[in-house]
């Protein structure tokens, strides 16, 4: 079986977004896969975070991913602060990417805007952290949405570089295969077409969070800036229409079709009845999963002790891998 790793910032209150482009797919895959999963808390503190908070929302991601479908006994799921490893072969990867490469990385223009000597030196190598959190469990395929891909061709180039300096070309690294999957790999934002729904983004207007309420989920549906037509009836119709190729690629993702099967039912209608459809269609799909990430909150032990047998479970297998790792570069071991 392959092994899978992906990873989530507890940096707020999951969206849409982050349930259709990523951790929907990682449910599935844990059907015929090795599935390791990881709440990135490391990652979380590159931007300023509140540290009264940020325990509790590590626990509210653990929630939340239980409460959609991971199962914490057949996969393993843990968070990135309890297990050092991570660190050890994020040092390494510092040292092995090149400057220039992160320079062309667009997450870090994106979050550091015009205030770039100002943010955190860890938000310009968080690349290099991601590429460890993979490489430390030799995972081969890693499920995001598509807004990770430029990162993980980055640990790739990490990867063959480390393989190259280290073991003479031998492929002590695998090659990673990004699995970007589905209608809503990159869920834009309700208030503009061109902008990716985000937990961070000041507006709760503009995404949907996987706690709001039924009332707030058609609220805000209702609300989703659109264009005047209608909708069109077949996929070639939503060039240049991005409003509305969003609201149908989550109609799609939803009931796993796709565009096409979405407008052969919706084509030709107006976006009153469709929002409709789609509000009811997201709080069937959602409120279940609210209601178990409530229920699952109200006893933060059991989810404490889920974590650290995942961390410990997590450990063992990237324990000889990151030491074989400092081996290949030397370092003195007595
Ligand atoms: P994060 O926390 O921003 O997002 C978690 C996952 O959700 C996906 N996602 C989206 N997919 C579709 N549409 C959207 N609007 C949307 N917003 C977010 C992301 O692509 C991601 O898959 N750097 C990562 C976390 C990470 C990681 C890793 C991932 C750390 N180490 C190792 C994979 C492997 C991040 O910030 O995700």
Not at 220 to 240: H, V
Not at 262 to 279: M, P, S, W
């Amino acid at each position: 079986m392959q092994r899978i790793f992906s990873g989530i910032q507890p940096t707020g209150i999951p969206t849409l977004g982050n349930y259709l482009g990523a951790v929907r797919n990682w449910v599935k895959l844990q059907d015929d896969h090795d599935c390791i999963y990881c709440v990135v808390d490391l990652h979380a503190i590159t931007v300023t975070h509140d540290p009264k908070t940020l325990a509790q929302a590590t626990r509210e991601m653990a929630a939340a991913l239980i409460a959609s479908g991971i199962d914490p006994v057949g996969s393993i799921l843990f968070h990135q602060s309890a297990v050092h490893a991570h660190l050890r072969l994020s040092w390494i990867f510092e040292c092995v990417v090149r400057i220039g490469w992160l320079n062309r990385m667009t997450q870090f223009k994106d979050k550091a805007g015009k205030d770039r000597e100002n943010v955190s030196a860890a938000l310009y190598t968080y690349p290099a952290l991601m590429a460890a959190d993979i490489l430390a469990y030799h995972a081969t395929r890693v499920p995001v949405g598509d807004d990770q891909r430029q990162h993980l061709e980055l640990a790739n180039d990490v990867a063959q570089k480390f393989n190259f300096d280290f073991c003479g070309g031998d492929s002590f690294f695998p090659v990673i295969e990004p699995l970007i999957l589905g209608p809503a790999a990159r869920v834009m934002s309700l208030r503009d077409g061109t902008k990716k729904m985000s937990k961070s983004d000041p507006s709760d207007q503009s995404r949907i969070n996987l706690t709001d309420d039924a009332d707030t989920i058609a609220q805000k549906i209702r609300r989703a800036k659109t264009d005047p037509e209608p909708l069109p009836s077949d996929p070639a119709g939503l060039e240049g229409r991005p409003e509305a190729r969003n609201l149908v690629g989550i109609y799609a993702a939803l009931t796993d079709t796709d565009h096409a099967t979405v407008l052969r039912d919706y084509g030709g209608r107006g976006f009153g009845d469709y929002k409709k459809a789609l509000a009811d269609l997201l709080v069937d799909k959602l409120t279940p999963i609210a209601t178990e990430m409530r229920r699952l909150l109200d006893d933060t032990a059991t989810i404490d002790a889920i974590l650290r047998d995942g961390a410990a479970r997590a450990e063992t297998i990237a324990e000889p891998i990151v030491r074989q790792a400092e081996q290949l570069v030397g370092f003195l071991r007595v």
